[in-house]
């Protein structure tokens, strides 16, 4: 059964749907035995989906993620889960994802954006020097070398930009058979993008609330409508992640003061956050050719 939680912060009104996963609201408190387990199953479905190189990489990238939003939460003594991993036995990534669980309010929007900041900036930390790692051992391959219906990847203006200056540029006839280490990469790049979408609780809804308030709630419909615009007429792949937003929401909760506002270095960090995301979202991740 659902309940709603409402807010009031003196006119603003806010209500928020619960209990729309139930398995999520039966996570009370941190299970070692499960968050460990879950770890080994993740670094065993990416070891057999693309190997140990890429198993201890992207395993890597999401852990550091994680931790950075789970490290702010003790900083500001925040409840908060350790990292639950998701596991899935077939490509393209062998897994899902990790996510940690707040069990309570944010106190206030400068925790708001610390909490939200740290993951993104943390895992990019870790997934540029891997990235480039890897591209220093992937290999240019012609293109009539490929069976016929071969998956390609996307490229963001990041990780395009770090392949030319890493191993040049792709000669005519041939694309780059990635190593390893930088579709992991790739992978790392792909999911700070996802996570920094400006859209209700994903970590760009926690910055964008935190620059900006009650206002952003306007920012989210207009960000969600240009997300279902790309996966109508660019990626339909887009849309499974659409319907799943706008199932679980795609506002944002106040956090119980309001009224804090941020200081200018952390509002020039927020700004950075979402130049990072505009230079490495991939409209069109996967095709075929």
Not at 245 to 268: C, E, S, T, V, W
């Amino acid at each position: 059964m659902q309940r709603t939680e409402y807010y009031t912060t003196d006119d603003y009104y806010y209500y928020e749907p619960r209990n729309r996963f139930n398995f999520l609201n039966k996570i009370k408190g941190n299970r070692p035995l499960l968050h460990v387990s879950l770890f080994l199953f993740t670094i065993l479905t990416t070891y057999l989906v693309h190997g140990i190189a890429y198993s201890l990489s992207i395993v890597s990238i999401l852990l550091v993620h994680e931790m950075g939003h789970y490290l702010m939460c003790r900083k500001y003594g925040i409840n908060a889960t350790l990292p639950f991993f998701l596991p899935i036995p077939f490509g393209p990534f062998g897994t899902m994802g990790a996510f940690i669980k707040i069990r309570e309010r944010i106190p206030n929007r400068r925790a708001l954006f610390d909490v939200g900041v740290a993951g993104p900036l943390a895992g990019l930390a870790l997934t540029i020097p891997i990235l480039i790692i890897g591209l220093q051992n992937s290999r240019f391959v012609p293109l009539n070398s490929l069976p016929e219906g071969s998956m390609f990847l996307g490229e963001s203006f990041l990780f395009s930009q770090l392949a030319n200056l890493v191993i040049g540029t792709v000669p005519d006839g041939y694309d780059t058979a990635l190593h390893p280490m930088a579709y992991a990469g790739w992978a790392g790049l792909f999911v700070t993008a996802l996570n920094l979408l400006p859209i209700g609780q994903l970590d760009g809804g926690h910055v964008l609330y935190a620059l900006f308030g009650r206002k952003s709630q306007q920012i989210y419909k207009f960000a969600m409508l240009v997300f279902i615009i790309i996966g109508a007429f660019l990626y339909p792949g887009w849309l499974l992640l659409i319907i799943l937003l706008l199932y679980i929401g795609f506002h944002h909760p106040p956090p119980a003061n309001d009224y804090i506002q941020l200081d200018p270095k952390r509002r020039l960090i927020g700004y950075f956050t979402f130049v990072i995301f505009l230079i490495s979202f991939i409209p069109v991740p996967f095709y075929f050719r």
